[in-house]
């Protein structure tokens, strides 16, 4: 009986433990440098595979080729090569890929199966809202899919992403091209760099096909030879004729959002900007202006008296007259709700002054960004983390990052993917950085649902 008693017991010891294994956190990051790490097609049509250099940094990717079937899908977990993809829903909220995509799919499709917290019996979890797409990109872009539907109590055992088009087969040879497929607990600081087409002007495919506008007066051009950052910058050459207006460059490139950004949000633009003036040595001027709308309509300041009834829009005046590269930051406000956004800017004119350019005149300008507040929040710093100090900057080998004990510290290039991650064990934290590529980071450090970003240059 006693001998019956221990099997019995013994048994149950190892049921719940095989319960505890397979409960065991799965991996948050998959950035497929040397392997698939376990996604496989779910269903369909077509064939999922690891190009060891198809990544955004000619490293590792995960395609998939739908073979002209629009269902074929990637999977992690349960069907998959793996038990179980077992991530804690009320840890990580949102979905972080980046993709390319060379067919026709305009959206992604998040499904699989969640189980409550230490069961073993898995179900359909809730659908989660569908993630908007670029089709037939030539580049990669980030989105980030937002999983809260499902219960905060649930651990997630299967995932599948499905890159859908319903109305139109692809060609066979036409891949969906995953880089980076990251389980994230809250969203990045809102940062909309795809606000502005190729902003660092090193894209040299993109190019600056997308600017338009008055070049009766200027030429423009890919600079190679002058850059703040990265290897290009934009230039704007006055060699026609003397100025006599202002000079507007027009993008045709209108980023568009599914969930309307909001009235009054605060819109900031940062771009560096130099100078290369034949006759006058005073500061000159640049105009910055987004064409916002809504639905297709317009959304614009309000008319007289109280406005103009323009597109929203800042003007800064340089401070420097030695040809140095100089940070302009313009903000305003958004006068309505807005779902899409057209960027524009322009060298300033104003009759008889000597901020005018003159003939021969030279503006580069690089590294343009936006960032985006809520303006329920945009006073208010309680969720900004204090205290942080990092140095060198710019920086050739090692990073040191002073910030609160138990931080989380990423740094991300460029393209917006993570390449150094760490948990503060001390107050200073060491990265090191020298086999990076030389450009602009961003370095994110967050704690207690705090936030803190900071701009890197590694040369």
């Known amino acids: 009986m006693r001998k019956s008693y221990f099997k019995i017991l013994l048994m149950t010891v190892v049921f719940f433990t095989a319960i505890t294994t397979s409960a065991q956190q ?26 060891p250099t198809g990544g955004a940094a000619s490293d590792g990717a995960l395609t998939v080729d739908r073979e002209g079937n629009n269902n074929a ?23 972080k890929i980046v993709y390319k995509n060379e067919t026709n799919a305009t959206f992604l499709q998040i499904r699989g199966q969640s189980r409550d917290a230490g069961t073993a019996v898995s179900s359909n979890f809730p659908t989660v ?46 891949k969906m091209i995953y880089d980076e497929i990251e389980f994230i607990e809250s969203l990045p600081p809102p940062t909309y760099s795809e606000f502005i087409k190729n902003p660092s002007f090193d894209d040299v495919v993109g190019g600056i096909s997308h600017i338009t506008g008055n070049t009766a007066e200027f030429n423009k051009a890919i600079d190679g030879t002058v850059s703040k ?11 026609k004729i003397v100025p006599t207006k202002i000079n507007w460059n027009f993008t045709n490139y209108t980023h568009g959002y599914t969930t309307a950004i909001v009235e009054n949000s605060i819109i900031e633009v940062k771009m560096w900007v130099k100078t290369s003036r034949t006759g006058a040595t005073a500061p000159f001027r640049i105009v910055q202006r ?24 800042d003007i800064q005046t340089s401070t420097n007259t030695a040809s140095e590269w100089e940070e302009l930051t313009f ?57 942080i100090n990092v140095y060198p900057n710019p920086v ?25 991650t760490a948990i503060s064990n001390s107050e200073t934290t060491t990265l090191q950085v020298s086999d990076l590529p030389t450009g602009v980071y961003m370095l994110k450090i967050n704690l207690d649902n705090k936030i803190k970003t900071s701009k890197v240059i590694i040369r």
């Open 26 to 51: 799965g991996p948050t990051l998959y950035n497929f440098t040397a392997d698939a790490q376990n996604w496989v097609k779910g269903y369909g049509v077509g064939t999922v595979a690891h190009d």
């Open 229 to 239: 950052d990265g290897s290009n910058s934009y230039r704007m050459s006055f060699d």
């Open 396 to 420: 050739s080998d090692r990073l040191n990052i002073s910030s609160p004990i138990a931080s989380k510290i990423s740094l991300y290039n460029i393209l917006g993917k993570n390449v150094r």
């Open 73 to 95: 899908n990637i999977r992690r977990g349960q069907g998959g090569d793996d038990t179980f993809i077992v991530l804690d829903r009320a840890v990580y909220k949102y979905i």
């Open 290 to 313: 987004t064409k916002l709308t809504l639905a297709g309509a317009d959304v614009k300041n309000p008319v007289a008296p109280d406005g103009d009834g323009s597109f929203p829009s």
């Open 129 to 174: 809202p569908n993630v908007s797409i670029s089709s037939k990109t030539t580049g990669f872009q980030t989105v980030y899919a937002d999983i809260t539907a499902i219960p905060a109590g649930q651990e997630i055992t299967r995932l599948d992403i499905l890159a859908k088009n319903d109305a139109e087969n692809d060609a066979v040879g036409s």
């Open 331 to 387: 903000t305003y406000t958004a006068p309505g709700n807005f779902d899409a956004a057209l960027f524009w800017f322009a060298v300033d004119f104003e009759a008889d002054s000597d901020i005018n350019m003159n003939l021969n005149d030279v503006v580069w300008f690089d590294q343009m960004s936006v960032t985006i507040s809520d303006p329920a929040t945009a006073s208010v710093n309680d969720n900004v983390l204090e205290g």
